[in-house]
């Protein structure tokens, strides 16, 4: 493996990367016991377009596949799972250790995802619940607390949720907000 800082991550780049070395790896690691049904969480930076040529169509579907991409809410990176949970985790991993370069930068990196625990993704959709009660609360901004529900000790205790109950006012007054924001004027 050759590792190669890019100046500039544009379309070009993306397109190459999802053709030549992403849908590839995809496709030549996916166990067979699997369906073929693939959804990638795609966000909204800008060169980071879906490409809609036929070579990429083609791509997508190729050796029984169906990849497709699902972009996460814009602005929005309480409600992406991946900034939420599982990269926050490898960066905590990785922030222990301090690499001289770009390849023991990528060399810890693996090494943290490798360490990663995937029972912590169990986790994952009481937190993702919490943070959508406090968006509710917050008019749809972002000025809340971050909601710390220590899912450990709940889980020790035999009391972890699998759905966080929200209060019914809630979502009424999150609904009336949003009935007067799309009101048209007259």
Same mark, same amino acid.
């Given at each position: 493996?050759?590792?190669?800082?890019?100046?500039?991550?544009?379309?070009?780049?993306?397109?190459?990367?999802?053709?030549?070395?992403?849908?590839?790896?995809?496709?030549?690691?996916?166990?067979?016991?699997?369906?073929?049904?693939?959804?990638?969480?795609?966000?909204?930076?800008?060169?980071?377009?879906?490409?809609?040529?036929?070579?990429?169509?083609?791509?997508?579907?190729? #050796?029984?596949? &169906? @990849?497709?991409?699902?972009?996460?809410?814009?602005?929005?990176?309480?409600?992406?799972?991946? /900034?939420? *949970?599982?990269?926050?985790?490898?960066?905590?991993?990785?922030?222990?250790?301090?690499?001289?370069?770009?390849?023991?930068?990528?060399?810890?990196?693996?090494?943290?995802?490798?360490?990663?625990?995937?029972?912590?993704?169990?986790?994952?959709?009481?937190?993702?619940?919490?943070?959508?009660?406090?968006?509710?609360?917050?008019?749809?901004? #972002?000025?809340? &607390? @971050?909601?710390?529900?220590?899912?450990?000790?709940?889980?020790?205790?035999?009391?972890?949720? /699998?759905? *966080?109950?929200?209060?019914?006012?809630?979502?009424?007054?999150?609904?009336?907000?949003?009935?007067?924001?799309?009101?048209?004027?007259?």
């Amino acid at each position: 493996m050759v590792t190669k800082a890019l100046q500039n991550v544009n379309r070009e780049v993306i397109r190459d990367m999802l053709l030549n070395k992403f849908i590839p790896a995809v496709v030549s690691n996916w166990p067979e016991s699997l369906p073929k049904n693939v959804i990638i969480q795609w966000d909204n930076a800008m060169p980071h377009q879906i490409p809609r040529y036929e070579e990429f169509m083609a791509t997508r579907t190729a #050796n029984g596949f &169906n @990849i497709q991409f699902v972009f996460q809410p814009a602005q929005s990176p309480d409600l992406n799972v991946l /900034d939420l *949970v599982l990269f926050r985790s490898i960066q905590s991993l990785q922030y222990q250790s301090f690499p001289k370069n770009l390849d023991e930068l990528v060399e810890k990196v693996i090494e943290s995802y490798n360490t990663f625990k995937p029972e912590v993704n169990k986790y994952i959709s009481v937190t993702l619940q919490r943070f959508m009660i406090k968006i509710l609360k917050a008019q749809g901004g #972002n000025k809340y &607390n @971050i909601p710390h529900m220590n899912n450990k000790k709940l889980e020790n205790m035999g009391i972890l949720p /699998d759905k *966080v109950k929200v209060q019914k006012e809630v979502v009424l007054e999150a609904i009336e907000y949003l009935n007067t924001m799309f009101r048209p004027t007259p």
